[in-house]
Nanobody, 124 residues
């Protein structure tokens, strides 16, 4: 079964940078990356950055100019480069994508799948 492994979160001072990765694992045929979301304590999950199959991107106003979403189709991996981090960026970050994967001899499709989340804490 296809799933994601997220990495790159941690504790960083204001103004610092982090790079999140979301790698599909399993017998993956292809990945259609959708984007990165985040959820801060007591708040709803929100879309941070989106990417289309063709590579077009869109960002929440709060992160424009600071975050960059990208993907490596050959490695079935989604990235989020976060610069000039602020305390209000503190949240658990989740990747979201569709996966096509092998299950036995059959190809199966998983839609709107989520990573396990990685904690980003911005604090001095």
């Amino acid at each position: 079964q296809g799933q994601f492994v997220e990495s790159g979160g941690g504790l960083v001072q204001p103004g610092g940078s982090l790079r999140l990765s979301c790698a599909a694992s399993g017998r993956i045929f292809s990945m259609n990356a959708r984007g990165w979301y985040r959820q801060a304590p007591g708040k709803q999950r929100e879309l941070v950055a989106a990417i289309t199959a063709g590579g077009n991107t869109n960002y929440a106003d709060s992160v424009k100019g600071r975050f960059t979403i990208s993907k490596d189709n050959a490695k079935n991996t989604l990235f989020l480069q976060m610069n000039s981090l602020k305390p209000e960026d503190t949240a658990v970050y989740y990747c979201n994508a569709d996966l096509t994967y092998w299950s036995g001899l059959s190809l199966k499709r998983g839609y709107d799948l989520w990573g396990q989340g990685t904690q980003v804490t911005v604090s001095s």
